[in-house]
């Protein structure tokens, strides 16, 4: 950024921060500010702008499949709005994904919950969260193991262990469900119907209790700096928004 010139700077870190070019009265404020410091200052301000939120919670909204179509409009307004809400209240990303993740309740009063509308079974959640916070699409490895990567199916129905608990049930309420979890069930591998133990990558099978509720145990592996990718995948998101293409 200390390369360009100001005139430069001040189109791109509109588009990168807000979404939106610069008035020309804005512009030209800028301009004419003599301050050493006067990069630093925008940024600053440009990042406490509600646009800031509203243009970053959109990203946010494709990855987490905000849909009218498939959770309904009102559901569309109130998980927005939560998203929104989380990245103006610089929300750390760690508990940002815990909060989606280990959900319970109804969708209307804890609007993260519509992750488990738009990821409607086991499987789906599975396959989304490697997705999201992973950075890999494991689908591959649901019939066979992945022919590119080192994932197995072993590895597949591991992951889709820690979902499989998790129960959905509609109300009388339009676009309502109520998430909860059992303290029974189990995945099992459908080659040989042997019953798959929780498992996560680098960590291997974790060592949950029966009663626990399995996606806090994977939400608290998926945040620690034991698992390498959590942290990787976001910057690289980042990244390539920001700067047009990904570092990988």
Known sequence: AQLCSDETFVRRVYLDVLGALPTIQEADQFLADKAADKRKQLIDDLLSRPEFALFWAQKWGDLL???????????????????????ASNMPYDQFARDILTVSGSTITSPAGNFYRTSGDTLDAMESTAQLFLGTR????????????????????????????VERRRTDQPEEIILWTRSD????????????????????????????DRRIALAEWLTTAENPY???????RIWAQ??????V
Not at 191 to 210: C, F, I, N, Q
Not at 242 to 247: A, D, K, L, S, Y
């Open 65 to 87: 499949r905000v849909s009218r179509k498939q959770i309904g409009l009102n559901s569309v307004f109130k998980y927005s709005q939560w998203i929104q809400s989380a990245v």
């Open 138 to 165: 494991i689908q591959c490895a649901k019939c066979h193991n992945h022919p590119f990567e080192r994932w197995t199916q072993n590895n597949y129905y591991g992951l889709a262990s820690f979902f499989n608990r």
């Open 185 to 212: 069930g189990e995945v099992h591998h459908p080659a040989d119907g042997r019953v798959m133990k929780p498992w996560v990558p680098v960590s291997g099978e974790l060592d949950v209790t029966a009663q626990a």
């Open 230 to 236: 959590f942290a990787r995948v976001e910057v690289n």
């Open 242 to 247: 920001v700067m047009g293409r990904g570092i």
